[in-house]
């Protein structure tokens, strides 16, 4: 490959980059970070492209090309498409935001459907952790002496008001052992954001298959309901009236626009649950999807906290949000009008 003037662009774990491959423009993701986490990553990622080959689906823009020393895989570079997560930044109302969310939910249906046993003869064989699934537990119970020093000063406190919350550990622990011993497991993208959708009005594909996998149904559909419900909850506390407003005013004008923004967005969970759904044939574990938003909305405060040096009264008020719906999950389903049954 020759590479193009578009510079190298750390992105999370990775490197990516333009580059113009045998067949024209591509996108070349090398994976980083410490072994033998960064080899596990690509391997699933092939997993995934064969998977999709063998099958001939068309859920997201196949491999082109691999260096499997390098640890380098390029993508066709796919161009005039948005991703999912601008579109809602854009802050589309419903009437746009609903027919996007439908295509969505019918895609993660289509994948949802794949046997079982056709990902798991793919995907490579490791040992089991020690510990599987317990890293929220691990997290919230201690911090190595390195883990203190490397911590801005929002995880910090972050960490203190997890830490000392033991009702909420419990309710991890039962959540961890429902995500471990799920009954009836899916192929999963295992990290589903609305930035790994890319949208325009003929297309529609979902990229970063680094942590596919087998699991729960709730895990991809979380991420884009939580999405979602983390987004309402955000605008909920942008341009907050000033210090002169009496608190129980305060108090009432953040629940009334809370209530109003959750009640915008609930139309577009379910037109995406719906169409999810209709294609896969599935009835959605809606006390799971409800706890399973819950950590979804606690892990976007903690990686927010990552960036700053205070924890924001918001993200306190959005972790709470995430704490009763761990505890309570039909909480979450009611604030976007859905039954436990949905």
């Known amino acids: 490959m020759s590479s193009t003037d578009v510079q190298d662009r750390k992105v999370g774990r990775n490197t990516t980059r333009v580059d113009v491959g045998a067949t024209g423009l591509v996108i070349t993701k090398r994976f980083d970070g410490p072994s033998p986490d960064r080899e596990r990553r690509y391997e699933n990622s092939l997993a995934w492209d064969a998977l999709q080959k063998a099958r001939g689906l068309d859920l997201g823009p196949p491999v082109a090309e691999r260096d499997d020393e390098r640890l380098v895989l390029s993508f066709p570079y796919l161009d005039n498409l948005r991703t999912l997560q601008e579109i809602l930044d854009e802050g589309a109302g419903t009437e746009a935001l609903v027919p996007v969310l439908r295509r969505c939910g019918a895609l993660l249906g289509t994948l949802h459907s794949v046997p079982v046993d056709e990902v798991t003869r793919l995907l490579p064989r490791r040992e089991a952790p020690a510990d599987p699934g317990m890293g929220p537990l691990t997290v919230f119970s201690h911090l190595t002496p390195e883990q203190y020093t490397n911590a801005s000063g929002a ?12 009702e909420l550990q419990e309710g991890l622990r039962s959540w961890v052992a429902d995500q471990t011993g799920d009954p009836d497991p899916v192929p999963v993208h295992g990290d589903l954001r609305p930035d ?30 939580g999405s979602l419900v983390f987004d309402a909850l955000v605008r909920t506390f942008v341009g907050a009236p000033g210090r002169n407003v009496l608190p129980g005013e305060l108090h009432r004008g ?13 139309p577009s969970v379910q037109a995406f ?7 896969s044939g599935r009835d959605v574990d809606a006390l799971r999807l409800g706890s399973d938003i819950g950590w979804f909305l606690i892990e976007r405060v903690m990686a927010r906290a990552m960036m700053s040096h205070r924890l924001p009264p918001s993200d306190r008020a959005i972790a709470g949000v995430g704490r009763q719906a761990i505890l309570n999950p039909a909480s979450a389903l009611a604030i976007l009008g859905m039954g436990n049954d949905s």
């Open 196 to 225: 790994q959708f890319l949208v325009s009005s003929e297309h529609l594909a979902l990229i970063d298959w680094e942590e596919f996998t087998v699991g729960p149904a709730s895990r991809d559909l979380a991420g884009i309901a």
């Open 273 to 279: 649950l719906a169409a999810y759904r209709n294609v």
């Open 254 to 266: 953040f629940m009334s626009r809370g209530e109003d923004l959750l009640g915008a967005v609930a």
């Open 155 to 166: 995880e910090l406190e972050a960490w203190r008001l997890f830490h000392h919350d033991t």
